[in-house]
């Protein structure tokens, strides 16, 4: 089971730290990215890294901001948030990439426990 954590309450402009890990195996080989959903939206792609770590894509609205990495060795996915904006508010999910588009959440066939992000004004 893949379980996101790190979230919490951030002002405009601060930064948190995401990590997910794997209770029960390891995702070492496999590509993992980060999706959010906010209160009434559909999920959305944040950021997305290869099991390599060398193939990294993020959003348009979070590029810049936000860094994905992951520790294979330490069998751990990280979304690094910086500038955060009270837009980015909602709840983040890892999730492991089975086949197709990188950026759709359908592509993606095992997903963990979210972790709430909110960022006030």
């Known amino acids: 089971q893949l379980q996101a954590s790190g979230g919490g309450l951030v002002q405009a402009g601060g930064s948190l730290r995401l990590s997910c890990t794997a209770s029960d195996g390891t995702f070492s080989s496999d590509d993992m990215g980060w999706f959010r959903q906010a209160p009434g939206k559909e999920r959305e792609f944040v950021a997305f890294?290869?099991?390599?770590?060398?193939?990294?894509y993020y959003a348009a609205s979070v590029k810049g901001r936000f860094t994905i990495s992951r520790d294979n060795a330490d069998n751990t996915i990280y979304l690094q948030m910086n500038s955060l904006k009270p837009e980015d508010t909602a709840v983040y999910y890892c999730?492991?990439?089975?086949?197709?588009?990188?950026?759709?959440?359908?592509?993606?066939?095992?997903w963990g426990q979210g972790t709430q992000v909110t960022v006030s004004s």
């Open positions: 999730a492991r990439r089975l086949s197709g588009p990188y950026n759709t959440a359908r592509s993606y066939d095992y």
């Open positions: 890294i290869s099991r390599s770590g060398f193939g990294k």
